[in-house]
């Protein structure tokens, strides 16, 4: 399987076990998801990579990190874990800081198994600066793969974990800077688009010039955390994104156009509708509101709806944008009958889920094209 398919099933597995025992205590969240995820970024938590209880000298005391993770005898990366019924703090986060401050280490996870959090060291500082590269809870944990990608023992072996670090804060700083300059940028726009067509529609073009930018905002922070590490997405491919997103058709070159997504749902071996696109969440939002005008999809399903095993805090169609445990969807498409659907997933998830929803009714969903 690929690392994001592992991811999937991890946050899977991870999922089913918290809701299980929401009050999972420290040692048993180390055990059953922290561990696991240390193996899974190729970590072996028996071998003599991994040292458990690390001690780190602090003044005239010694403390412990939870694992030290070592390539030739020496800590490139910390892992401070808590227990799931423990809230994460920022005293939490500066521990583990200090920690990789006091060794010289570049790279730090923290997790209570619903939240992570991956550190880095700031070189480009000249004095010690740990700073955050993602944060995220477990049900967005395939959306930031590339995030924990860094802190595989491949990728920090390799190097590629500094390029993907790289490649995540210059987009992080691309929409700081659209956020911080939203509102001249969407007075620019509005002057130049009256000086065309006059002044009686410049509160309209003003603001859909600034939902311009809060889509591409959108676009480019999605990007930051799906990223890897060969390319970079420039703000033009990331406007082409964003205006595909809105209007629902591509504004690429054609030159440029790629493949669509095609999805099609059949009974009893005879096609009933077909959808294609060019953007994922278009395609799978449009299959599943067909589901629910035409074959009444929520009369048939309890909301809020998970999938997989059923047993996750992630849900995938709801009667309001959030999850189970009252987190809100990253992203999400509203749809008919008042129901919305959860998006933030990976195009594995996409063909697994999808596919239990059509079966729901009795159809069956199959996947072409570009996926």
């Known amino acids: 399987m690929t690392f994001q ?9 991870s999922s089913a076990l918290i809701d299980g025992s929401p009050q999972m205590d420290e040692q048993n969240t180390k055990r059953k998801i922290i561990e696991p995820l240390i193996d899974l970024l190729g970590w072996e938590i028996l071998s003599s990579d991994v040292e458990l ?7 005239s005391g010694t403390k412990k990190v939870d694992y030290g993770l070592k390539l030739e005898s020496a800590p490139v990366v910390f892992v401070e874990a808590k227990g799931c019924d423990t809230t994460i703090t920022e005293s939490h986060k500066n521990q583990l800081k200090s920690y990789m401050r006091q060794v010289g280490v570049d790279w730090g996870l923290l997790s209570n198994g619903r939240e992570f959090e ?5 070189h480009s500082s000249t004095r010690p600066n740990e700073i955050s590269l993602a944060k995220f809870p477990l049900q967005e944990i395939e959306a930031n793969k590339h995030a924990l990608k860094a802190l595989s023992k491949e990728s920090i072996n390799t190097g590629e974990s500094q390029q993907i670090a790289q490649k995540i804060e210059s987009v992080k700083k691309a929409t700081d800077r659209l956020q911080e300059n939203k509102e001249n940028i969407a007075e620019e726009i509005t002057g130049v688009v009256t000086e065309v067509i006059g002044e009686s529609v410049s509160q309209r073009v003003e603001d859909e010039a600034k939902s311009f930018v809060d889509e591409l905002v959108s676009v480019l922070d999605d990007q930051a955390h799906r990223i890897n590490a060969e390319s970079t997405p ?18 690429m070159d054609s030159s440029d156009e790629k493949d669509d997504y095609i999805i099609q749902l059949s009974q009893n071996d005879t096609v009933i509708y077909e959808h294609s696109g060019q953007v994922q969440s278009e395609v799978i ?10 074959k009444d999809l929520l009369e048939e399903i309890k909301l809020p709806y998970v999938a997989g095993t059923g047993r996750g805090t992630q849900a995938l169609v ?10 809100e969807m990253r992203t999400y498409k509203e749809l008919s009958d008042g129901a919305y659907l959860h998006t933030t997933l990976s195009a594995n998830s996409k063909m697994r889920y999808i596919p239990q929803l059509a079966e729901e009714i009795g159809l069956k ?7």
Not at 5 to 13: H, K
Not at 118 to 122: K, M, T
Not at 234 to 251: L, P, R, Y
């Open 5 to 13: 398919e592992d991811l999937a099933e991890y946050a899977e597995r």
């Open 53 to 59: 209880e690390y001690s780190v000298q602090m003044g």
């Open 118 to 122: 991956v550190f880095r060291r700031d």
């Open 234 to 251: 420039s703000v033009a491919e990331s406007t082409n994104q964003s205006k595909t997103d809105t209007k629902g058709t591509s504004c």
């Open 285 to 294: 939002a449009e299959v599943v509101d067909f589901l629910i005008q035409q």
């Open 318 to 327: 709801n009667t309001e944008p959030v999850h189970t445990d009252g987190s």
């Open 365 to 371: 969903c199959e996947f072409s094209g570009d996926w």
